[in-house]
């Protein structure tokens, strides 16, 4: 992995883990919380995996906890818009945020005006899962393979486009990694989230998503898009015909990230824990995973 991603992820895992759960929030929880709905931002378009997974977190809790837990997708900016609604909301346990590590700590180095401190003013209630990157080409685009991709973009600067799931994020940082790494230029287009891009994939309206590889498992299976590599060490076996970017010829490209449970800043401790307990039980009976 580069200086530049290392750096990154680590600050993003450090933000979330280091914070820990000792004096999280001083109010005093409402002994009959939640007595009215919780909404959960997912800062990302629905559809995605990290979309089914909080939708799927968010059933187990209203079953677990009592009450209604609510997904509302809030998109745009590279997921700030929706974690600053919920920076900024009230730390009473009804607002909570659904991240990635872009909102969650790394778009802190990308973005100028950020309306939020991910470490000021979010607090980690329970790390779900990492994540690996994956390269994904349509089945139109004139790339099979991730030797292919650089090769095409050397001799055609600019014509592959790269869709993101939004500006700052993994699949963004990745994308500027292999460029940095092989000289190519790549035309970059950032999206709300990944369920639109892997559509738009599909439809042949861009030509190569890197992004997180949940929403492109079944994709890549089905043989309905085609997958270029994956940015992890080893092959995942849920997608195991498609190669490492090391094995594909780019040794070093390693990247992955997270998802996140988190609350605003000051929310009462005994409603951190109670999340935390319940989304940590249901992880552990269900090996829910986002490989």
Same mark, same amino acid.
């Given at each position: 992995?580069?200086? #530049? *991603?290392? !750096? *990154? ?6 933000? /979330? ?18 007595? !009215?709905?919780?909404? #959960? ?22 079953? +677990? ?24 909301? =009230? ?15 790394? &778009? ?16 980690? %209630?329970?790390?779900? @899962? ?14 099979? *393979? ?12 600019? +014509?592959?486009? @790269? ?9 963004? #940082? ?10 190519? +230029? ?36 089905? =043989? ?5 590599? %994956?940015?992890? +060490? ?5 997608? *195991? &015909?498609?190669?490492?970017?090391? =094995? ?26 109670? /999340? &935390? ?15």
């Amino acid at each position: 992995m580069t200086t #530049i *991603s290392r !750096r *990154s992820f680590n600050l993003a895992l450090g933000s /979330l883990c280091g914070a820990g759960l000792t004096g999280i929030g001083a109010g005093r929880a409402a002994d009959n919380w939640p007595s !009215r709905p919780v909404t #959960i931002v997912m800062p990302f378009a629905a559809g995605g995996g990290g979309d089914s997974l909080a939708r799927a977190i968010a059933a187990e809790l209203s079953e +677990k906890i009592g009450g209604r837990f609510i997904v509302e997708n809030r998109t745009g900016a590279g997921g700030n818009i929706g974690a600053a609604a919920v920076a900024k909301a =009230e730390p009473d346990g009804y607002t909570l945020l659904f991240a990635s590590n872009g909102p969650g700590a790394v &778009n802190k180095l990308i973005y100028k005006d950020m309306q939020y401190d991910p470490e000021r003013d979010l607090v980690p %209630i329970v790390h779900v @899962c990492e994540v690996p990157l994956i390269i994904a080409a349509g089945l139109t685009a004139p790339v099979k *393979s991730l030797a292919e991709l650089v090769s095409y973009a050397k001799a055609n600067p600019n +014509k592959l486009t @790269c869709g993101t799931p939004g500006n700052g994020t993994l699949g963004h #940082i990745s994308a500027v990694l292999l460029q940095q790494q092989t000289g190519i +230029k790549l035309n970059h287009v950032p999206y709300r989230g990944s369920a639109p891009l892997a559509s738009d994939l599909m439809g042949g309206q861009v030509d190569l998503a890197f992004d997180f590889l949940a929403t492109y498992v079944q994709l890549v299976n089905d =043989e309905r898009l085609r997958g270029i590599a %994956i940015g992890s +060490k080893a092959r995942n076996d849920l997608i *195991s &015909n498609v190669p490492t970017a090391t =094995e594909a010829g780019v040794a070093g490209l390693e990247a992955g990230g997270w998802y996140a449970l988190l609350a605003p800043a000051r929310t009462p401790t005994a409603m951190i824990e109670k /999340l &935390n307990n319940a989304t940590n039980a249901y992880i552990t009976a269900t090996r829910e995973r986002c490989r």
